[in-house]
């Protein structure tokens, strides 16, 4: 997806912590998103970045630095629920592009 | 349930043919983005559409076109489908960028129409 990299599939077990890695070109960044997508259903808002640092929100937070062209989604306590793919898309001069997604299995 | 609603929720059609697309934002928004998601491509950001002006286009077709009506609902119409137009489309809305109690350009998704060109 037009240079927004990110595993393919990654398996991580229940209660654990998992964290999922993207990368992108730098280039006209004006924000950075991740969204949660379950197979068959449409892909649900989890957080946004557009400055440096680290943003929290319950059991998911999500990581940003623009010098490097990278972020990462971080979840702890993993629940069975949680698998499905992770999409992360970046905001570039008003288009927005979306990486592959991670496919996220959980086992128990 | 998002808010945001599109129909029909499933079409079959044969290549060569046309149809439309239809989608409504949740209330309040202004901004209607459409997507396209098929299994090998993952999700294509189609174009964007702010209070019923186009604002930026993505990997759009010339045999695809968009718009914005006055009452904020919009439609996507395709034509002279091919075998490759089949996917998934999903549109989404999201809040004017001076809402203060909104993530800035959250978006959310309706639940998609699934073309299948035979």
């Known amino acids: 997806g037009q240079n927004i990299d990110q595993p393919t599939e990654m398996t991580a077990t229940e209660g654990a912590i998992v964290q999922i890695n993207c990368t992108y070109q730098?280039?006209?960044?004006?924000?950075l998103f991740w969204y949660q997508q379950h197979a068959g259903e449409a892909p649900t808002f989890l957080s946004y970045n557009v400055l440096d640092g680290l943003e929290e929100k319950g059991r998911f937070s999500s990581f940003l630095s623009r010098s490097k062209g990278y972020s990462y989604l971080l979840l702890k306590e993993l629940q069975m629920k949680d698998s499905a793919s992770y999409l992360c898309a970046v905001i570039r001069d008003d288009k927005i592009i979306f990486g592959k997604g991670t496919r996220l299995h959980i086992l128990p | 349930d998002s808010g945001v609603t599109q129909t029909p929720k499933h079409l079959i059609t044969a290549t060569g043919q046309r149809v439309t697309l239809r989608c409504s934002p949740r209330s309040g928004d202004l901004s209607v983005y459409w997507y396209q998601q098929s299994l090998d491509q993952g999700l294509q950001f189609l174009i964007h559409y702010y209070n019923g002006e186009e604002r930026a286009k993505g990997n759009i077709l010339e045999r695809f076109s968009a718009q914005q009506f006055p009452d904020l609902h919009s439609e996507l119409n395709l034509s002279s489908l091919e075998l490759g137009d089949s996917a998934l489309y999903f549109c989404?809305?999201?809040?004017?960028?001076?809402?203060?109690?909104?993530?800035?350009?959250?978006?959310?998704f309706g639940p998609g129409t699934r073309l299948t060109v035979l």
């Open positions: 730098t280039s006209g960044f004006n924000g």
């Open positions: 989404a809305s999201s809040a004017p960028i001076n809402t203060r109690d909104r993530v800035p350009n959250e978006q959310f």
